[in-house]
């Protein structure tokens, strides 16, 4: 049995063997809800202990995209999810100012295809691979690619990112596979950002005769 989150604070249980998905999971909740808006509380809270790898993938995705200075922007985020991956937590702990916020529902119903279609993407596989102090490890190794988007190096967000999310992905659908793929990602993207450094390096030493 599963305990999900209810917007009337009152757990409920769903039946049968398996975890709901996290978008059929998203779609009761905002069926549920009376009002045009929820809080960020509440769709974290209805996310449950799937909120890191919803929230990481939805940080990480606008980075594939080459727009000056997003990187930065949504480095922030993740660098604050990461540290919490790392400390264990089982829920993100967001700061009060920003649990706050509301969001219209006409807003997130829009992020609920790319939710299912990441699912479609993924299943749970290899679970020991997702869990426990792989998770830890995982919050490790964002914390460090969140700090290489920060980094002002020409299109040195994209490889990061796609890492980031498929760790995100990992952990939304306890995928084994995708952490060995999100791994492997970040190695592909220490080695290239190397080489973009090192060129650029090289590149100012020669101009200025050094």
């Known amino acids: 049995m599963t305990v999900a989150y209810d917007v009337r604070n009152r757990p409920f249980r769903w039946r049968g063997p398996r975890s709901p998905k996290l978008s059929a999971v998203l779609a009761g909740f905002a069926a549920s809800e009376t009002r045009d808006k929820a809080t960020i509380f509440d769709l974290v809270g209805a996310m449950g ?19 000056p200075g997003i990187s ?15 400390a ?12 706050a916020r509301m969001v219209k529902w006409k807003h997130f119903e829009r992020l609920l295809p790319w939710i299912a279609h990441a699912e ?25 690619l969140s700090v290489i988007l920060l ?44 080489g973009v450094v090192w060129a650029a390096a090289s590149a100012w030493l020669l101009l200025n005769g050094i």
Do not use: H, W
């Open 49 to 67: 202990d799937r909120a890191f790898g919803a929230l990481m993938i939805c940080f990480a995705i606008p980075n594939l995209i080459p727009i």
């Open 120 to 144: 479609r993407l993924s299943s749970p596989r290899l679970p020991v691979l997702a869990s426990g102090a792989v998770e830890r490890a995982i919050g490790v190794v964002t914390l460090a």
């Open 151 to 194: 980094l002002p190096i020409p299109l040195g967000n994209m490889l990061p990112a796609a890492a980031i999310a498929l760790f995100g992905l990992a952990l939304l659908q306890k995928d084994g596979v995708a952490t060995v793929l999100g791994v492997g990602a970040t190695a592909v993207s220490v080695v290239v950002i190397f």
């Open 88 to 99: 264990g937590r089982s829920m993100p702990r967001l700061p009060r100012s920003v649990a």
């Open 72 to 86: 930065t922007v949504m480095a922030i985020p993740l660098l604050y999810l990461s540290t919490q991956l790392i």
